[in-house]
């Protein structure tokens, strides 16, 4: 069975292909198909309500599953900041060396047993005929010092869980312990309930 993933990040469709894959499910991006979506505002307060806005919008646009996820991560510290914002907590959308840049200035002298966060991902699939699967996963850990490590995307050379970054970490071991990984495990015995 196809569905569309409201999403243009490549590196979000790679994990959702390799999770899902397994039960028969064709992920593929509008863009794939040939289409261009819609924008979407982002305007939920939650990263359920964010990615049920891109789900919903995608499902009606092309009546077909659609499945989209909301992702961040949340740092005890800051109050749970950068949360819902963490793509754009520079100011500047999707730019990771900035984002990076400014969470390591807002942890400036905080000591690691003050450096707790955790990722977040909420996944939300609607199809046409109007069932919806909500499913949220998270990943706990620390943000490091320094970046370390070139793999994944996002904050993942600064989130570090056991003391290795996720910067480090493979593909098939980050999905394993990530929040994405957790949520689309999650999604995927939801799925099976209804398929």
């Given at each position: ?24 499910v064709?992920?593929?991006?509008a ?15 939650t ?9 919903s ?139």
């Open positions: 069975m196809d569905f569309i993933l409201a999403t243009n990040n490549m590196k979000k469709l790679a994990e959702m292909q390799r999770i899902l894959s397994p039960l028969g064709n992920v593929v991006t863009k794939m198909l040939g289409i261009a979506l819609s924008e979407v505002e982002e305007n939920g307060k990263f359920e309500e964010n990615a049920r806005i891109k789900a919008a995608a499902c009606k646009e092309l009546n077909m599953p659609a499945i989209a996820d909301d992702s961040g991560l949340c740092v005890d510290y800051l109050n749970g900041a950068p949360g819902i914002f963490s793509a754009r907590f520079s100011g500047e959308h999707g730019n990771d060396e900035k984002n990076n840049d400014l969470l390591l200035e807002k942890l400036s002298g905080v000591p690691m047993e003050k450096r707790t966060a955790y990722y977040v991902c909420a996944i939300c699939c609607i199809f046409p005929d109007g069932r919806e699967i909500t499913v949220r996963g998270e990943c706990h850990g620390n943000i490091g010092f320094e970046r370390d490590g070139n793999e994944g995307f996002g904050y993942d050379p600064l989130f570090l869980i056991n003391g290795k970054s996720f910067g480090r970490y493979t593909a098939a071991e980050k999905d394993k312990i990530s929040h994405r990984g957790n949520a689309l495990r999650a999604f995927a015995e939801e799925l099976k309930k209804i398929l």
